[in-house]
């Protein structure tokens, strides 16, 4: 109980005092000359000051701060934006750059249709055996553009297999780089016949050569016309190795493909006349 009394005699002694301070100073700003503040303005002045300066410092530091933490808010929206419309002009160059190279490949493909002897009707490679890269691809051409089974596939660079299934929309092709596949073909520079097989790899085997061929890597080895698919003189590959067994009548050899089997995107299908 007696604490209870202290603490009001506190207060009440606090706010007499505070009335009597801001009487006067009331009383002095309206003395005649309200320069002179008198001995106790100036007393209560000098006590306030140090007051009043350090509540205008912690005002001024709050103001900078604030100003500082809109600034940071704004700049961090700016970048933002900034970024957002960095990301989007990024996906539309991509975008762009994706159709520029997409349409110097289309005409490649249709300048090669220039120089191919027979009709021919551009494809886009949809799919692929993931199980058998170098098997088979599904393209989006059908019966009812012309496709028809065992049409000769091929890109500006080289062969690329034939159709072995076709549906109204679609075809399935078997790449000459399949363990199925087999190509009648000649050695450019020698012109001797052979027959390419796939391996279900990236390589061709290129068999029955004669022993006393002159075959040598680097050499252009093209379709030879005779297995009653593919045209004559079209690219198929190049040596990359020659194997001379001890004792065997024939040689063998290594071909590198020459149109990029696990990169197609684009065909061209030879249809019939």
Do not use: C
């Not at 009335?19 to 006067?24: I, K, N, S």
């Not at 159709?99 to 949809?126: D, K, M, P, W």
């Not at 009548?249 to 590198?256: K, N, R």
């Amino acid at each position: 109980m007696g604490e209870l009394i202290a603490v009001r005699r506190r207060l009440v002694l606090f706010f007499g005092l505070f009335v009597f301070v801001v009487a006067l100073l009331t009383t002095q700003a309206r003395s005649p000359d309200r320069r002179q503040v008198g001995a106790i303005g100036t007393t209560v002045l000098a006590v306030l000051l140090p007051v009043q300066t350090g509540m205008a410092r912690v005002a001024d530091g709050v103001q900078r701060m604030w100003s500082l933490y809109t600034e940071i808010g704004r700049l961090r929206v700016e970048n933002a934006k900034l970024r957002e419309a960095l990301d989007g002009m990024g996906r539309r160059n991509a975008a762009l750059r994706e159709q520029a190279l997409a349409g110097e490949r289309l005409e490649r493909l249709l300048g090669f249709r220039g120089q191919v002897g027979s009709r021919s009707i551009a494809a886009n490679v949809i799919g692929r055996d993931v199980a058998k890269w170098f098997g088979t691809v599904q393209v989006d051409r059908g019966s009812r553009d012309g496709v028809r089974r065992n049409a000769p596939v091929v890109t500006a660079d080289g062969v690329v297999g034939r159709v072995i299934e076709v549906t109204p929309t679609a075809a399935r092709v078997l790449l000459i780089a399949d363990s199925r596949s087999a190509v009648g073909v000649v050695v450019q520079r020698v012109r001797d016949l052979g027959v390419v097989e796939g391996r279900n790899e990236r390589v061709l085997h290129l068999k029955y050569l004669s022993r006393t061929s002159d075959v040598q890597p680097g050499d252009v080895v093209v379709t030879s016309g005779q297995g009653g698919v593919f045209p004559k003189g079209l690219a198929v590959g190049r040596i990359t190795r020659v194997v001379r067994e001890e004792g065997e009548l024939l040689l063998e050899a290594e071909v590198e493909p020459a149109a990029a089997l696990d990169r197609l995107e684009e065909v061209l299908i030879l249809l019939p006349l």
